[in-house]
């Protein structure tokens, strides 16, 4: 992520100018020891420096305390430079005596303490000189990066979807992954795009959107990062910006941070136009149920090209499906309508790309109503077959050409005609409950052979006699002359309205 390396113990002794030379081998270092960043570099001779060191220390020392201790000595004195934290040792050699003693390489190799070799023309103010300078160049190197990155986001965020735009800026110059939940917890953007498992993402997104105040977040999971900030004021957060990675700088988190002013900005001002945008379409959708689109294509310029189906969905969930369709309509160029209206969201599109429904349903976790293909002179109809849809429909994608599949009848039967039908029907259901009679499928087969006495009388396995008794017998207790066709008619359609439920006794 950082343009520049900060500076380290491997760079320190790489310098070619202070010609130091590591004397404990790299093997016999922990894993990263030279590659670990190098705070500070200080000199002692003192028999015990610990307590005036910090960690992540280089220390420099002429070897004048080893003079008079033995191994065990300079061993127990290695150990409490690890137990603090110390990074290396620097011998300066010939001062006190030519070359590393070799009491200090094997107690350095022991404790797996990076020890290297300070000539003795080189002074230990220029070791700590060169490395006090690139700290220096590290952090002019981060602040020009810092500087440069805000240029570009400020560009970016003058794109067509400025937002979008700024966000896949800030991946790039992060180097990692970006992505950009709603306020429902949806992915709205991501760059660059995967398909990696980001459950543990997700659930800290959803927890920091219902806590509803402003925070950041580092989320840990294997071999997976994040670092997560709410957009928006507490009480009214607008999503969450995520970031893959859980180290971040100070020039880091300041660029971060003007990303997140500079999109939670954004985000208030297309809450604003969006609430403009759908006061007017509610007032144009009522132009269209009265089956006139003229005033919509004056005040909009154009609407999807017709055939269209319509969609009707609940409106609780309005401000992510409006965000939804925008992306589509930028991403694929699907043309759309969405206005919400005293039943629902309503959701117009070509009827080519009614796929879309599919996809926004699942993505989103909605119940759809949805029109066969219709002209806008039909619009008011199409909207009627939606809502009928989405009544009868399950869970996702409800299309009318489905729910009107079994007829008529099948359409009639609200709940309403299904409360009307089980008390037209609860005199037979008793009796039959009660007798241990089969009065009632006896009138089915009946009517379903249309009221050929012979046909159903063989179908039920009984004699014509016994089935005109039955039928006799219902009609008495439904208080109705089955010999005229109203009549028949009016209980088939109980009998179907009412078919797999029970009626109590």
């Known amino acids: 992520m950082d343009p520049a390396a900060a500076p380290t113990l491997r760079t320190l002794i790489g310098r070619r100018d202070l010609r130091l030379r590591l004397v404990t081998e790299e093997s016999a270092l922990p894993g990263g020891a030279l590659d670990r960043p190098v705070r500070w570099v200080h000199n002692s001779d003192l028999v015990d420096p610990t307590p005036f060191l910090t960690e992540d220390l280089v220390l420099l020392t002429t070897g004048t305390q080893f003079a008079e201790h033995d191994a065990a000595w300079v061993a127990d004195y290695v150990f409490r430079l690890m137990q603090r934290g110390v990074l290396a040792l620097g011998f300066g050699s010939g001062v006190h005596r030519v070359g590393v003693p070799g009491e200090l390489v094997t107690a350095c190799t022991a404790a797996g303490l990076a020890l290297f070799e300070v000539p003795y023309d080189i002074p230990f103010l220029a070791v700590a000189r060169a490395h006090a300078e690139a700290i220096a160049a590290q952090a002019y190197a981060r602040r020009t990066w810092a500087l440069e990155a805000q240029r ?44 990696a498992d980001r459950s543990e993402l997700v659930t800290g997104v959803a927890d920091l959107l219902a806590r509803g105040g402003s925070a950041s ?21 607008r999503g969450v910006i995520a970031v893959a990675a859980t180290a971040l700088d100070a020039e880091t988190r300041a660029v971060v941070t003007s990303v997140i002013a500079m999109a939670g900005l954004a985000l208030e001002q297309n809450e604003q136009t969006s609430r403009a945008r759908r006061r007017l379409h509610t007032q144009l959708l009522s132009s269209l149920r009265e089956d006139d689109p003229g005033l919509a294509r004056r005040v909009l310029g154009a609407l999807p090209p017709a055939p269209v189906v319509v969609a009707v969905t609940d409106a609780a969930r309005a401000s992510a499906i409006l965000e939804w369709w925008d992306r589509r309509r930028s991403d694929a ?89 089980l008390s037209r029907l609860a005199p037979l259901r008793r009796h039959d409950a009660a007798a241990g009679t089969e009065l009632e499928r006896t009138l089915i087969v009946w009517l ?3 009221t050929r006495t012979e046909a159903a009388a063989t179908a039920l396995g009984i004699h014509r006699h016994t089935l005109r008794s039955r ?35």
């Open 152 to 195: 570009s986001l400020a560009i970016a965020a003058l794109r067509p979807r400025g937002l979008e735009a700024t966000l896949t800026e800030l991946s790039r110059r992060l180097g990692c992954w970006v992505g950009m939940f709603d306020a429902t917890g949806a992915l709205a953007h991501q760059h660059p795009a995967t398909v």
């Open 217 to 237: 977040r580092t989320i840990e999971h294997d071999d997976a990062g994040y670092t997560l900030f709410t957009l928006g004021r507490s009480g009214h957060l």
């Open 333 to 421: 160029g699907t043309a759309s309508f969405v206005a919400e209206g005293e039943d629902g969201l309503t959701i117009c599109i070509p009827a080519g790309d009614d796929a879309a429904l599919d996809l926004l349903a699942q993505q989103l976790d909605l119940r759809l109503g949805v029109s066969e293909p219709a002209d806008y002179a039909g619009f008011s109809h199409a909207h009627a077959q939606a809502l009928t849809a989405l009544r009868r429909g399950a869970d996702g994608v409800a299309r009318y050409s489905d729910a009107s599949a079994g007829g008529v009848l099948d359409a009639l039967a609200t709940e309403e005609a299904r409360l009307v039908a």
């Open 448 to 450: 379903e052979n249309d």
């Open 471 to 505: 039928i006799a017998q219902a009609a008495g207790l439904l208080e109705t002359d089955l010999t005229s066709f109203p009549a028949r008619a009016e209980v088939w359609a109980a009998l179907r309205t009412a078919a797999g439920s029970s009626t109590p006794a």
